[in-house]
């Protein structure tokens, strides 16, 4: 049983670059593949970051994921920042001992 | 192009059970998992469950057993949750999900790669 710790709220400037890490409590964060997805306002979560690292077709190559072996965490980096951008982000994993999802609590970026 | 497609906003009255549809389009409805995830209002994401639309076997979160049912209809290409015992704290925006993993591979990959638009679940007395 772990969780996924995110910072609730980052913010930058367009054009900048941010990134967003997802810590995960207990267990390797290899143990299983990190997804991130995106939520703008009033819509559905989209997928941006599946597998680790891995961009759905469509999803602009200004985002890219990684992992931190050493800090047991997953990032989610943005560059070249839009205000369309600007949303909820939110990691995800899941624990095989339990079976279930987990969510990260989602970061809200604002981009100012 | 793969679409699901929920029912309308309920409201509910305190244990009242709810059931929320999510038809879909575009894929073979029996191939592929479906997940659902609710949000409370300004909070996060949380997962209720999957159903395997082939066998009709089912996966609950343990918070939900005993106050979830996830079944589907082949013919018609639609999954549903029903949620009994409503409480205030289940109003929430509920969402089906499909999991990107054909069921002929192996179990769930347990992620998302296409979201229904999410359906308003109101409990007030």
């Known amino acids: 049983n772990f969780m996924l710790t995110q910072p609730h709220s980052v913010s930058e400037s367009p054009g900048k670059t941010v990134t967003i890490s997802c810590t995960r409590s207990?267990?390797?964060?290899?143990?299983?593949?990190v997804q991130w997805y995106q939520q703008r306002p009033g819509s559905s979560p989209i997928t941006v970051i599946s597998d680790d690292n891995q961009r759905p077709s469509g999803v602009p190559d200004r985002f890219s994921g990684s992992i931190d072996i050493s800090a047991n965490s997953a990032s989610l980096t943005i560059s070249g920042l839009k205000t369309e951008d600007e949303a909820d982000y939110y990691c995800q994993c899941y624990d095989s001992d339990d079976r279930h999802v987990v969510f990260g609590g989602g970061t809200k970026l604002t981009v100012l | 192009q793969v679409q699901l497609v929920q029912s309308g906003a309920e409201v509910k009255k305190p244990g009242a059970s709810v059931k929320v549809s999510c038809k879909t389009s575009?894929?073979?409805?029996?191939?592929?998992?479906i997940h659902w995830v609710r949000q409370a209002p300004g909070q996060g994401l949380e997962w209720m469950g999957w159903i395997n639309p082939s066998s009709g076997a089912t996966n609950y979160a343990q918070k939900f057993k005993g106050r979830v049912t996830m079944t589907r209809d082949a013919s018609i290409s639609t999954a549903y949750m029903e949620l009994s015992g409503l409480r205030s704290d289940d109003t929430a925006v509920y969402y089906c999900?499909?999991?990107?993993?054909?069921?002929?591979?192996?179990?769930?990959?347990?992620?998302?790669?296409?979201w229904g638009q999410g359906t308003l679940v109101t409990v007030s007395s």
């Open positions: 207990s267990g390797s964060i290899v143990s299983n593949s």
């Open positions: 575009g894929y073979t409805f029996s191939a592929y998992y």
């Open positions: 999900a499909r999991d990107p993993r054909s069921i002929a591979d192996a179990g769930p990959y347990n992620c998302f790669d296409s």
